[in-house]
């Protein structure tokens, strides 16, 4: 017990660290996921036939494979392969390409949650809004969106939570975000070694983070229940 | 000259033809009752009118503007449609309100939208603003919820719910004000609330097209009744003569439902 007090400042300042990292990816990650999801629900909406089948192809090999495996690859793949390591190397290298897997699959899982959104408000406000002389995007923009964000928030806060979690994957390419950080401990890091609950303590970081979360997600779905 | 012409409009949905050579013309002020079973084509015709559906060939006219016409050379462009569209408006069954609007606010909507076309829209904002939620809060009066403006969607009864969708309606002052079957949706009681409306409206001379399946109110309010049977007009004219005096079996059949119960 006294040694964990005597290795608690080291440890904490490292996870810590790799905490940060964490909440990078995980931030960078709902930025661009949110956005390209939604293009990508329009794409498998589209009545343009080409367009939504690869859409859906794209969305099928993204969430019908690991995240653990799409991150491999996308790091890899350019400079094994192809010759070309357009990650460059580095830890900035690693988080850019983390970044790209994480979107990228992300956006599929938030583009079906989009279309179910999206579809799930009834065609009677679309039709309500053209027989008004409502633009289809001022329909979009001033009935649907809202409708379809009230409708979405339960299963966004599933999918963001995930996130927060799943950001430990990036590991498989040495990101080093948090479980990394605790891990480090184990082979020996800052002249600690051998010592396993450094990573056991990070499951407080990932409890305090999607607490607050849930709390945030649940006064958002209140907020929205002014209407029904 | 007839406010509303409608020549030979056909309509067919993959191979169900659901408007077969629908003809019928409406004066202005005046009240058109559409009755007729289900899937007789009263609702798809509302819906041509009001250009949620396209006809596959026919014309309709407006104060003699073509407004459709499949052989003419016409724009398709939105903002053209849009614009053929505000002739008409329509009330539907299931009232479509906005749900995370107001009552108040559900009327002023797409006027507010359309205001921001007008080239003075930056110049005179807030003297706009007044004017349109004046003229919705006196519309809304006028549907007796004076007191209700205030209150969402979820919080008004079917009745209270449909005069706000009217308000709505009326509120882009529109030649031809369509209902599809108003009070399809609520109890005997709140439907007594939504025809007292429309009969009010058809004293101050609205021209109405009006869908339904009350067969009493049909009768009172209408200067001319269509009964349309397996998309044709089946028999016409003056409401008293189509629904006490109909010549045709079919139309016998389908009223004597009604007269019996």
């Not at chain 1, 964490?22 to 949110?34: P, R, S, Y």
């Not at chain 1, 408000?121 to 809202?146: D, H, N, R, S, Y």
């Not at chain 1, 945030?216 to 209407?227: A, I, M, Q, S």
């Not at chain 2, 000259?1 to 019928?24: G, N, P």
Request: aromatic share 10%; with cysteine; proline share 4%.
């Amino acid at each position: 017990m006294e040694l964990i007090l005597e290795q608690l400042p080291i440890v904490i300042h490292a996870l810590n660290i790799g905490f940060l990292q964490t909440l990078k990816l995980f931030f960078v990650t709902l930025i661009g996921a949110f956005p390209l999801g939604l293009i990508i629900a329009f794409g498998s909406m589209s009545r343009f036939k080409p367009l939504s089948y690869l859409t859906k192809v794209i969305v099928w090999i993204v969430r019908g494979t690991p995240l653990m495996i799409q991150l491999l690859i996308i790091y890899y793949f350019p400079g094994l392969v192809l010759g070309n390591p357009i990650w460059g190397g580095g830890e900035t290298g690693r988080f850019l390409a983390a970044s790209v897997s994480f979107i990228l699959n992300y956006a599929c899982y938030f583009s079906e949650i989009y279309r179910g959104g999206i579809q799930g408000v009834p065609v009677g406000q679309t039709e309500a809004g053209l027989v008004l002389g409502m633009t289809k995007t001022q329909i979009f923009f001033k009935v649907t969106l809202l409708q379809m964000i009230k409708r979405i928030v339960p299963p966004m806060s599933n999918e963001i939570i995930t996130l927060v979690k799943d950001t430990s994957l990036a590991r498989i390419i040495a990101l080093q975000e948090i479980i990394w950080a605790g891990q480090a401990f184990m082979k020996g890091s800052q002249g600690i070694s051998g010592a396993i609950w450094p990573l056991f303590f990070t499951a407080v970081y990932y409890l305090i983070c999607n607490g607050i979360l849930t709390l945030l997600l649940g006064r958002l779905e209140k907020k929205l229940n002014y209407f029904r | 000259m007839s406010i509303l012409e409608v020549e030979h409009i056909q309509k067919s949905f993959e191979r169900t033809e659901v408007l077969k050579d629908i003809s019928f013309s409406l004066e202005k002020g005046q009240v058109l009752s559409i009755i007729g079973s289900s899937g007789s084509g009263k609702t798809t015709l509302l819906r041509c009118l009001n250009f949620l559906e396209r006809p596959d060939s026919g014309i309709i006219r407006v104060n003699g503007e073509t407004l459709f016409d499949p052989d003419a050379p016409f724009s398709r462009s939105e903002a053209e449609i849009r614009k053929k569209r505000l002739h008409f408006g329509l009330v539907f069954q299931s009232f479509n309100l906005f749900p995370q609007y107001t009552a108040l606010q559900n009327v002023m909507l797409a006027k507010e939208l359309l205001a921001k076309e007008q080239p003075d829209y930056k110049t005179r904002k807030k003297e706009i603003h007044q004017e349109i939620e004046a003229q919705a809060a006196s519309l809304l009066k006028q549907m007796g919820l004076a007191d209700r403006m205030q209150n969402y969607p979820h919080q008004l009864s079917g009745g209270q719910c449909q005069r706000v969708a009217i308000a709505r309606a009326l509120a882009l002052q529109p030649d031809i004000l369509c209902f599809d079957e108003p009070t399809s949706a609520l109890d005997p009681e709140l439907t007594g609330e939504v025809l007292k409306v429309i009969k009010e409206l058809a004293d101050k001379k609205t021209t109405m097209i009006i869908v339904t399946h009350e067969m009493a109110f049909a009768r009172d309010v209408a200067d001319h009744v269509i009964f349309m049977d397996d998309g044709c007009i089946l028999e016409q004219g003056d409401p008293i003569q189509v629904m006490e005096h109909p010549k045709e079996e079919r139309t016998k059949q389908f009223l004597a439902r009604f007269t019996q119960g």
